[in-house]
């Protein structure tokens, strides 16, 4: 069998030179020795053995997105918009790095715990929301790790959040002032902790701000599916009294808007609604979404390079990362007259 | 260190039940001893080692899902809503049948060559287009493989496709029986073999049937995105010949939609549409999208099965799978009076 090192020798370059080809960091070798590797390498019918390698290394540079099975979310891991795009980014980035994508749901601790280690994943990016056994059971494993969206008290831990508090503050008081009382807040459950709490949390601030007096009443809470917001926005139709809606994701308030059209409601001559996400629903709604930034490409990102500073030991200037958010004018809002 | 061995003996069961508990093939096994099983693998801090097996097995049970980086995809492997509803599927099953799920984007068949041989993959689902180095790249590898929405002429090949052809074809004819005879085709670029193609191939084919002559000045193709979309929705809008239009994909037609909305020009009074694919956009659209539908979950699902069945050397009735299409009449086309 032909080893890295006879590669190495035929070509006249360092074992490390073959070995940023074999695994993708072709950047740093000239193209010019690129070329004169894979040649070899294709002709020889050269492999790494992954699994030496990771015998050896006692890691397998396959690093996790790990998504939380709940009897809420029943294994979906990429099928929303959000984690889709934010996903994506991942594969992308890890691979530019030489590293490996897999992606699993997981039901508890002991199941991360027995994944990691089986296959000495070199990290973790965890997405969502975890109780707090995960968050022990992951710095127990040793590897580098990375939470996303997760409010964790451990100032230890890597995470990658969101200005959640500010965004649905920003939404709630952009309706506030255009003249806005009586405004609907539109989410999956708000659980203690979470990133909807945070909004939640943002949009009754705003209220406080402006003297109006929180109502229960004007809370909806459902599962975020296209069926169930366009439910919503049925019923929203016959809530006279709401002229405002902020709902905690894109894909909720598109199904509102589609909700209240079936119901012959206009957004925004009858009903306002800003969204959050600005993923690309917002901006295949008629009219178009006024709704609060963030970047999910760029969480994948910055989560990935978190992980890679861990495993390459450089210095983390940052271990919590908080993206802004920003509001983004678009057609969903209209002054109340 | 603890071995399967030890728990077995334990736990007073066969190495079987533990490995069917460890690689999470629970269902196999009585809840009971589920319990007793997971609890002296917890206390003892059990995890079996991929790595060591995969050596031991010469395969990994890692299912890689592989799409082709192209000038046009520069590195999306799970950003669209086909892919994500996909591979969620994918991941489920995966999951659910002990297997592990990596995904991965590559350049050329030399480097799905070197990344199956490295990690000793045990399966392969490659999506989208690939030209035909890529095929026979992928059987000289020896391992299970699926090849999904991919025309290829090999009878050995097992294919997960779609009735491309008749989508087209009714959804064209659909417009034509409602009266419309000016109707635009608009898609990304159309590639020889591809599903677009085949789709396009429907698109002529109704035309012909109603002897109507084809028009090249009718054929509408950009990128998929959805500012593309819009784009030539404003352009359609200016195009006052033209009645319908069937777009072969609904965030094309999403786009298209808002696009024409934006010229004040109506869906459907003034223009009819139909898409394809039939995920959760069709059903945003205000009016919702008449469209084609197609089962992308059930893609994957099927894909995986094609996989196992292989792995563990089943029979395998159908090689060749193709999914039935038919139109959701929803509210986007219109009678032409």
């Known amino acids: 069998m032909?080893?890295?090192?006879?590669?190495?020798?035929?070509?006249?370059?360092?074992?490390?030179?073959?070995?940023?080809?074999?695994h993708n960091r072709k950047s740093r070798v000239s193209p010019e020795l690129v070329r004169k590797i894979e040649k070899i390498i294709q002709r020889e019918h050269y492999a790494p053995s992954m699994s030496a390698r990771s015998l050896a290394n006692d890691q397998s540079n396959i690093?996790?997105?790990?998504?939380?099975?709940t009897p809420q979310n029943t294994g979906s891991t990429v099928g929303d918009p959000f984690m889709s795009s934010f996903v994506d980014s991942v594969e992308k980035r890890i691979r530019e790095e030489g590293y490996y994508l897999m992606i699993r749901a997981v039901e508890d601790a002991a199941e991360l715990d027995s994944l990691s280690r089986s296959w000495r994943l070199s990290g973790l990016?965890?997405?969502?929301?975890?109780?707090?056994?995960?968050?022990?059971?992951?710095?127990?494993?040793?590897?580098p790790y990375v939470l996303?969206?997760?409010?964790?008290?451990?100032?230890?831990?890597?995470?990658?959040?969101l200005e959640d508090e500010k965004g649905g503050y920003i939404a709630t008081k952009y309706l506030l002032e255009k003249g806005h009382r009586a405004i609907a807040f539109a989410s999956p459950s708000i659980r203690p902790g979470g990133v909807?709490?945070?909004?939640?949390?943002?949009?009754?601030?705003?209220?406080?701000?402006?003297?109006?007096?929180?109502?229960?009443?004007?809370?909806?809470?459902?599962?975020?599916?296209?069926?169930?917001?366009k439910k919503l926005g049925r019923q929203l139709a016959g809530r006279t009294d709401l002229t405002g809606i902020f709902a905690s994701a894109d894909i909720l308030a598109a199904g509102i808007m589609a909700g209240l059209s079936e119901r012959g409601v206009n957004v925004p001559e009858d009903k306002s609604v800003v969204g959050f996400d600005d993923n690309y629903l917002a901006q295949l709604t008629?009219?178009?979404?006024?709704t609060i930034h963030q970047d999910a490409k760029r969480k994948g990102i910055l989560a990935t390079d978190l992980i890679l500073k861990q495993l390459r030991h450089e210095p983390i200037e940052e271990k919590n990362?908080?993206?802004?958010?920003?509001?983004?004018?678009?057609?969903?809002?209209?002054p109340l007259r």
Chains 1, 2 share one sequence.
């Open 2 to 22: 032909v080893t890295l090192k006879d590669i190495a020798a035929e070509a006249g370059v360092s074992i490390t030179t073959v070995s940023n080809v074999v």
């Open 125 to 143: 990016i965890l997405t969502g929301m975890f109780q707090d056994d995960f968050f022990q059971t992951t710095s127990a494993l040793g590897i």
């Open 148 to 161: 996303i969206d997760s409010y964790v008290e451990d100032p230890e831990a890597c995470c990658v959040l």
């Open 286 to 290: 008629v009219p178009c979404l006024t």
């Open 63 to 69: 690093i996790g997105v790990i998504t939380h099975l």
């Open 196 to 229: 909807i709490e945070k909004r939640f949390i943002g949009y009754r601030r705003a209220l406080e701000e402006y003297g109006i007096p929180f109502d229960p009443s004007r809370v909806f809470t459902q599962e975020i599916t296209v069926e169930e917001g």
């Open 321 to 334: 990362i908080v993206l802004p958010v920003y509001l983004v004018e678009r057609g969903s809002v209209l």
